[in-house]
Structures are given as C-alpha cells and as structure tokens.
C-alpha cells in the first residue's frame, strides 16, 4: 500500500509523483564487478524486491575510469529508462530517494548496513559489523548520497536471496523485518548471486535503453554502416580475459557460461575455445553465418560486421578474411560501451562469447525482443578429418 505524502516532483517535463511506499525500499551497491556483473545483479535485485513487495531504489552504475583512484557512481537512469521498469515492480532512482524521501524516512540515525554475516574492514579487523563502506567502490558510493551508517544487521544463516523456490523465504524476511519497522533495507551487496538465477532472465525485457542511447545507436548503424543487414560481434580478448580462460581446465562453469551450458551443464562441458575463441574459429563462423543469410534471405544480405571489444577488435584481420564477400568490417571510434551493447542489440544476428557477462546481456536484450544470436564454438564443431589428432589452439587454457 502506497501513502500519499504530496510530493511533486518535475522531471523532465511531465509531473511525477513521489509517494512513500508503506512496505519499505530495497538498496544496495552493486559493488561487484564491472557493468555486465552489476546488470546479472540488478535482475536479480529487481526479483528479489517484486518477491518481497518493497519498493527498488535504483542504483547508480559504478564505474572504473582510468587515472581516477575512486569510483564514479553514474544514475542508473544516464543508461536506461525508469518507466518500463515500473510495468514489473515499482522502482525509484537513488538520487530523487535520497533527495525526497531520506531525509525524513532514513534519517542518519537509522541508517543501518545489511550483510549476511561479519564484513572484515581494509585493515584486517571485523569491528564486529558489515564495513559496508570499506575499499572502493563501497565507501565512494555511499560517499555519493552521504551515506553514513550507524550499525549493522546480519540476516545470515536464516535467510538469503533465494526467493524462488516455494520456501517461504519471502515470507520469512517480511516477518523478521517488517516495512513499518524496517524501512529500509540497505544491503552491502547486491540482494543476488551471479550469475543471474534462471528464473529472473525474463525480466531484462523490462531493460530498457535512455532516449540518447537508443538514438545515438540508430544514428551509427545509419551512417556508419553500409545499408543491408549486420552481423554484431563481441571479442573479449584483453590480458585480464587470458588470465580468467586459464581456470576453465579446472571449472564446469565460469561466468556467465550457463547461459550457453546450462545451469546444470546438460549442454555440455565448458572448454577453452567458448572462453578465448581462436582467430580461425572467428573468422569460420562469419563466414558461415553470412553465407546463410546470402542463401536464405538473398534480398537482403550481409554487408558488414559491427565489432565490439575490451581490447583487439581485429579489424584489419577479418577486414582481409571477408574481403571476397564484400562484407565491411567497423567498429566504433568512441570507447562507449554501453553504446556498442545498443548497436550489438540492434544487429541482424549477433555472435557472442559463451563466458562473457557482456555478451549475456545482450544475449538476453536480444531474446527479449526476438531476434537471433549464437556464440563462439558452441555447440562445438565436429572435428573434420583435417583436425582429428590436432589440439585446439586454447584447448590447453
């Protein structure tokens, strides 16, 4: 039940009203890893409030910017727009909470850190609480809204984010804390584990892209690409990504790799081509997918292929492997992120990594909205007469 509380609030043109929700907030920091982690949790995050009935603060994004020695906390809405979200569950951006809301609902005094159980601080010791804000990105986005907290509360072994699973576990924290004691739930985490659960992949389609982004995306593909169709691609091949395939000899899973696999790995093992997938792996699956849409949609045939990366994009060497197909090869010159996940949403077919978090979130932008994707080496190729004996060239990671 929602309380009126008269508050009016302009943005954007229109008049949006601000209303106390009686059963409480859900807020966290997505502290954990970079955009494509904190989007898994933010689903998560977002499920785990739907199942609780409180309202979702929104996070800003936290960012790691070369030469800055602390986060940047960029609004959750710079990205995405709010109103889809609201067709799911009610949600609120932290900077208009903060502003409208906090000050008289979560004054300072009760503002209290949720964690499963002790927190140790930087310098080694408990201190008997959550540290919420010790290290980055923790103490530079509660430092963001001013954040101070006056204690801890550790809701562990009793309870945890699993809401999913007829257990009663939403229950079980709605009676232990309940919305007019306990307004605010402000976790040291994302309320969510990673990967995304399976049952909260659905609620991407409620991910919607910001106004600018969404235009700024339409704009490129129409003046930067040839007319026809487009092949999207992510390569994730940057020194951090060597160093994270060397441990898929030792894992069944690693990252995001269910949403290839499995969560239970019924689609199979995980291997070192799905993680770092050889040029020749590369190249072999351009040129099958542009032969097939050249001989299933001959009217409208691949002209290029739109190249996202961390760190090589290769763009000169598949410019030379598909240049008898008259097939262009671009990337983007900005290094915006969050711009290439629009393009690659809006690509004809998009090829992506198994292992990667990136490649998931487009993987399910695009499943929301229909539209094909597939993945490096996966399923694996047969091996063919020339390869049997041969070991493949990352099969040792």
């Not at 609780?52 to 020695?69: A, D, F, I, M, S």
């Not at 597939?374 to 091996?383: D, H, L, R, V």
Request: aromatic share 12%.
């Amino acid at each position: 039940m929602l309380l009126l509380v008269g508050l009016l609030l302009a943005v954007v043109g229109y008049i949006q009203l601000i209303t106390v929700d009686e059963n409480g907030y859900i807020m966290y920091c997505p502290c954990m890893g970079r955009f494509g982690n904190q989007a898994d949790h933010f689903l998560g995050s977002f499920g785990f409030a739907k199942a609780l009935n409180r309202t979702l603060v929104l996070p800003p994004w936290v960012e790691y910017r070369k030469g800055e020695v602390r986060s940047v906390q960029v609004p959750f809405d710079t990205y995405f727009q709010v109103g889809p979200l609201q067709q799911f569950h009610r949600v609120i951006t932290m900077e208009n909470f903060m502003e409208k809301l906090g000050p008289a609902l979560w004054p300072p005094t009760e503002r209290i850190s949720f964690c499963y159980t002790e927190r140790m601080g930087l310098d080694g010791s408990t201190g008997h609480g959550c540290n919420a804000k010790s290290g980055n990105p923790f103490g530079s986005f509660w430092d963001t809204f001013q954040v101070d907290f006056a204690g801890s509360e550790f809701f562990g072994p009793k309870l945890n984010y699993d809401v999913h699973h007829g257990d009663g576990m939403a229950q079980r924290w709605n009676d232990r804390y309940p919305g007019d004691k306990w307004p605010v739930l402000a976790f040291t985490g994302a309320p969510a584990v990673f990967p995304v659960r399976q049952e909260n992949l659905e609620l991407h389609r409620y991910l919607q892209w910001s106004v600018r982004y969404e235009n700024d995306a339409k704009r490129f593909i129409r003046e930067a690409l040839p007319r026809g169709a487009f092949i999207g691609i992510h390569l994730r091949n940057g020194i951090d990504w060597v160093r994270a395939c060397e441990h898929v000899r030792e894992s069944k899973q690693l990252f995001s790799s269910p949403q290839c696999l499995g969560y239970r790995n019924e689609h199979g093992p995980l291997t070192g081509e799905m993680c770092m997938p050889a040029r020749d792996t590369i190249v072999r699956a351009l040129k099958r997918r542009i032969k097939l849409q050249r001989e299933t949609a001959p009217d409208n045939p691949i002209r290029a292929v739109f190249v996202a990366s961390d760190s090589n994009h290769m763009v000169g060497e598949l410019s030379e492997a598909l240049r008898r197909m008259e097939v262009t090869v671009v990337r983007h010159p900005d290094t915006n992120p969050h711009l290439d996940l629009a393009i690659l949403g809006r690509a004809n077919h998009f090829i992506g990594n198994c292992v990667s978090s990136y490649s998931a979130f487009v993987k399910r932008e695009r499943d929301a909205n229909g539209f094909p994707s597939s993945f490096w080496a996966f399923p694996p190729e047969k091996p063919t007469a020339k390869s049997k004996g041969a070991t493949p060239a990352h099969e040792e990671l």
